[in-house]
């Protein structure tokens, strides 16, 4: 790689490449900057659609920075082939387009589900009354008072919960015999279920869905349910088309090295389109990882991409719930804490004095506790069996040295996608940003998932509440 200016063509217009652009342009990158994205607008934050989809948020929430000025952004333009001989893409819109160095950044697209023939056109696109929601013109499909949603991965989960707190009747349907039933043991999914039972979801497990006419959804079993908009949350797959067609190396996703280099030297991909070491479609936290390493690459630095740790946090602020890999109860040993009354469980399974995989329902000082230790791969403290009651103990003092011996419960991540500590927006707050949107703009704090914006408004609360209380101390009585 050399530092000579270098035509930089992205193909996707997603988190993936709006974080390459920004990290480029901060690194110096020198030489035209090209982004190609096929939705008509800019980048948007995609978690947030579930949000759009309940009425909670407008569409302008979720619109994320602009790409540095000097960047050539072409929207509603899709890349329709490569010519990697020539290194030439071919626009929808006619003409070609040159680069020297192509990233794809093309994201995911939906899986259909296995009994689809009567949900889908022979196209694969949805028939009336049926939806995906991977688009912001997905999320305005989902209309009227009673909505069937199938899959209960987090997707479907997600979704069903903000359609709940929109007012609307929800059936959630779902193929495994519990929510999310590849993730979770039986207990922790039958604690799930009853909380979302609660919440006033109806439930359909072990079932599917194999027709819908208008206003009706049809089971598998014969039941007959009202439903005006069917929502497939059935997983979804990486966009390959246009780097198979060029005859790249792929699997389930594009294949790369660490250093993000497709088969073809001056081709890289990164986001959910990306496969490494047999992982493909990982998320916001993923992507913007990827994106930072290969801004290093692209001006110079060669830098692999560190995999990170697969934590999952469902989105919703009804249910708090964490999962980390697989609980296989192989580790060396395992705790959990069980308490029916409240639908309440933890689980650890620990090897090698670090956490092995974990799940986590109902106890949030435990889900944030566990988080930060996988997160910083930190052995777990002496007394480790006391994280799942939620001691506040462990990561943040037997661990002080590791945090540069300040205190380490600062250098807790607030903003996963982000990667910004609570020192971080503390530090800003200081300076002077002291609003949500402020701390937003300065640390990009929430501009991922948008999933950690009622932490930070806490922490601005209680950044203001602190310095009212010493002002107040001090001032004269
Ligand atoms: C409702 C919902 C909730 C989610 N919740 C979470 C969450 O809580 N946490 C989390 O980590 N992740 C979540 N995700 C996943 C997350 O949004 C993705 O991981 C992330 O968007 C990946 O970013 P990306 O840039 O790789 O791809 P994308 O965001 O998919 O962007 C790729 C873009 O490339 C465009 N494109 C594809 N092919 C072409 C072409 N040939 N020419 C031009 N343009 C093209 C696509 O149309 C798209 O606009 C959620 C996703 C959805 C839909």
Known sequence: MSRDPNRVVIIGNGPAALRLTTRLHTLGHQGPLTVIGDEPEGAYQRPLLTSLASGELRADHLRLPPHPATTDVRTGTAATALDTARRLIRLGTGGELPYDTLVLATGA????????????????????????????????????????????GPLGIETALALRRGGRTVTLVHEGPYPLHRHLSHETGEFLTRRLTDLGITLR?????????????????????????????????????????????????ILVDDLLRTSDPHIFAIGDCAELHGTAAAGI??????????????????????????????????????WTEQTDGQGESSISVTDRTRARRARITVRDGRVQGSEILGLPQAVSDVTTLVRAA???????PGLLLGTRFG??????????????????VVCRCNNVTAKDLTAAWEAGHRTVTELAAQTRATTGCGGCTEEVQALCQNLTASRTASHTAGSPR
């Open 109 to 152: 697209c939906p899986t259909p589900p296995a009994r689809a023939t009567a949900l889908l056109h022979p196209d694969g696109t949805p028939r009336p009354g049926v939806t995906f929601l991977r688009t912001r013109a997905d999320a305005e499909r989902l209309t009227g008072a009673r909505l069937t949603v199938l899959g209960a």
């Open 205 to 253: 497990a072990g079932r599917t869905v194999v027709s819908h006419t208008p206003g009706r959804s049809r089971l598998d079993d014969g039941e007959e349910l009202d439903s005006d908009t069917l929502v497939l949350c059935t997983g979804v797959r990486p966009r390959t088309g246009l780097a198979r067609a060029a005859g790249l190396r792929t699997a389930d996703g």
């Open 285 to 322: 936290e993923a992507a913007t990882t990827q994106a930072d390493a290969l801004a290093y690459t692209l001006t110079g630095t060669p830098t692999p991409y560190p995999p990170q740790p697969r934590i999952t946090r469902l989105r919703a602020p009804e249910i708090d719930l964490v």
């Open 378 to 384: 930190w052995p777990l403290p002496t007394d480790w």
């Open 395 to 412: 990561p943040y003092t037997e661990h002080a040295d590791d945090a540069g011996g300040a205190d380490a419960h600062a250098c807790t």
